[in-house]
């Protein structure tokens, strides 16, 4: 879980392999960023100051900053990150919910 929140990955290392579902080894084929999250625990994250700096340049119009008012870039600036956030975790929750259905549907044949 924290590799999937983190890079958006099954595994990082030695080579990357993408969320896939477990039993048909067939990733899943959502929308995700290819950016870095900073996670608390993970060795291979990010330093936070090093995510939001990437998180930042990576919008569009980061370099408009002295072209409006300074409360309105940082609402816009803030949104674009928590569009990120949002394709991200929108992903691990399809990867986390197509891994345990099997799970839930036994649970439901075992106890009718």
């Keep these: 879980l924290p ?3 983190a890079f958006g990955l099954q595994e990082v ?7 896939k579902d477990l039993d ?3 990733p899943i084929d959502m929308p995700d960023t290819s950016l870095e999250f900073s996670l608390a625990g993970v060795l291979l ?13 990576g919008w569009g ?8 008012p300074e409360d309105l870039w940082i609402e816009k600036l803030l949104t ?15 990867w986390i919910s197509s891994n345990v259905a099997r799970f839930q549907c036994g649970q439901a044949l ?3």
Excluded at 61 to 68: E, F, K, Q, V
Aim: hydrophobic share 35%; aromatic share 2%.
């Design 13 to 19: 290392h030695p080579d990357p392999e993408p969320l």
């Design 80 to 94: 674009h990150i928590d569009n990120l956030v949002n394709l991200c975790v929108a992903h691990v929750r399809e």
């Design 45 to 57: 994250s990010p330093s936070r100051e090093a995510a939001l700096l990437v998180l930042s340049h």
């Design 110 to 112: 075992t106890s009718s």
């Design 3 to 5: 590799n999937a929140l």
């Design 61 to 68: 119009d980061y370099g408009s900053r002295h072209h409006m």
């Design 24 to 26: 048909d080894d067939v």
